[in-house]
């Protein structure tokens, strides 16, 4: 899954793909290097980001999806938020394909009543409180087994509302210490408990830099080392930044599977 942030203040590429020509041309880039899925977000959720206006995501939005979904109409596309009134007029105007909520609807309450009615994919990731606020100080009482009851409780919720395709984000980053991320990343073959395909997003973060003392600049080997972990541990989707190494991993992953069958 690759991503594109058409976004002023995202942590790694804030303000290179406002332009809808130049997400165009990123866009290009991506699916040269095999992207299969296109994660397109228009409010940044980088820590100490505020909560975005609805009408504002979607001014940003629909020049670049309608020259997307013109070059592109069989490309699957994403869209990162988490209002429902983004999320309908995104599918409704350009058919796209799924939607992938940072909050799992705990910020806009009618996302999943939306979501429901339209039958479109749903990727909820766990995170503990809002961008505003997720890094201050978040504590567990074990990462790991806390968000598999938060999942298992909004699983359960969701499909009371009817809806059974959904994939699951532990939500590496989103209020969660450096030792909580790798804790999680250490056993993040537990959430195939649920049967769902797992989707994880680490590309250049901090739990990475800081570790090796770098910059999300510098940080594309490290982001490399935890993709493979991640695919050895069965995590079947990677959010990425990175397209073309993200899927040389993938291929050398594929390949050494296939040899120990």
């Known amino acids: ?4 942030n058409i976004t002023s203040d995202s942590f790694f590429d804030g303000g290179k793909f ?4 130049d997400a165009l041309v990123r866009v290009r880039q991506m699916v040269s290097e095999g992207a299969d899925i296109v994660d397109i977000g228009a409010a940044s959720s980088r820590p100490g980001a505020g909560i975005t206006k609805p009408d504002g995501e979607i001014n ?15 490309l699957i596309l994403s ?3 988490y209002h429902a009134k983004v999320a309908r007029e995104m599918i409704e105007r350009f058919s796209v394909d799924m939607i992938n909520d940072i909050s ?4 806009d309450p009618d996302m999943i009543t939306s979501i429901s009615k339209l039958n479109v994919p749903y990727i ?5 409180g809002v961008p505003g606020n997720m890094q201050d100080n978040p504590v567990y009482l074990n990462v790991t087994d806390d968000i598999i009851q938060f999942f298992a409780k ?3 919720h969701l499909r009371k509302k009817g809806i059974n395709d959904v994939l699951i984000d532990p939500g590496f980053g989103f209020g969660k210490s450096s030792d909580h991320n790798y804790e999680l990343l250490s056993s993040i073959e537990a959430f195939q408990m649920f049967e769902l395909p797992v989707v994880a997003g680490v590309s250049r973060k901090s739990m990475i830099y800081n570790l090796l003392e770098s910059s999300s ?5 490290g982001t490399t080392a935890v993709h493979m972990i991640l695919l050895q541990k069965g995590v079947q989707i990677l959010r990425v930044h990175d397209v073309k190494e993200a899927k040389e991993a993938v291929k050398i992953y594929l390949e050494t599977k296939k040899m120990s069958i």
């Open 1 to 4: 899954m690759g991503i594109l």
């Open 18 to 21: 406002i332009d809808p020509d």
């Open 60 to 74: 940003k939005l629909a020049p670049v999806l309608e020259r997307i979904r013109k070059e592109f109409p069989d």
């Open 79 to 81: 869209i990162d938020t």
């Open 104 to 107: 799992a609807g705990e910020i």
């Open 124 to 128: 909820i990731m766990h995170m503990q």
């Open 154 to 156: 909004k699983l359960n």
């Open 217 to 221: 600049d510098a940080s594309l080997n």
